[in-house]
């Protein structure tokens, strides 16, 4: 009887610190706290885009004039065309006219840095403009991108780094 006795408080100590080590002091709740934040902010950065910043979203047509011309913008993983109604004769004078993208005259010509209300300056974002062709980058700047009848060129967002 005596060991049934102590059996029994032996368990019930037992049990007790069983208890007390499985009890929630409060710092795991908080550590779940602080992971959910964290897991928000890098929700936020993850779904912060250069779009987010755009003029344009989804395809458009811009300008007025008898020519045209097809300029892709891409950023990201996302593209669209803007189609620039003009009456100039290269694509820089078009994206002059119309706002579309603004930039530094040089002794070359406009350099591109904002598209689409979005900017991409080297010197601060470590990021340019890219001006393509047919998928490959073009040995001229956009005052040297004639403008045809079925002109077709892009303009990526490029980072450097």
Known sequence: MKLQKLLSIALAVVMALSLVACSNDGSSS???SSTVQNSA???SLVESSLWDNATY???TEIGEGKKSVALTVTMEEKSIVVTIKTDADNLGDALRETGFATGEESEYGLYVKVVNGV???YETDGAYW???Q???ATTFGVDGAVIEEGSR???A????R
Do not use: H
Request: charged share 25%; net charge negative; aromatic share 8%.
């Open 41 to 43: 902010q890098q929700d």
């Open 119 to 121: 900017s991409a300056d």
């Open 153 to 155: 060129y892009e303009m």
């Open 134 to 136: 047919n998928g490959e």
């Open 57 to 59: 979203t989804e395809d």
């Open 157 to 160: 967002y490029t980072p450097a």
């Open 30 to 32: 908080q550590q779940n």
């Open 130 to 132: 890219a001006l393509l």
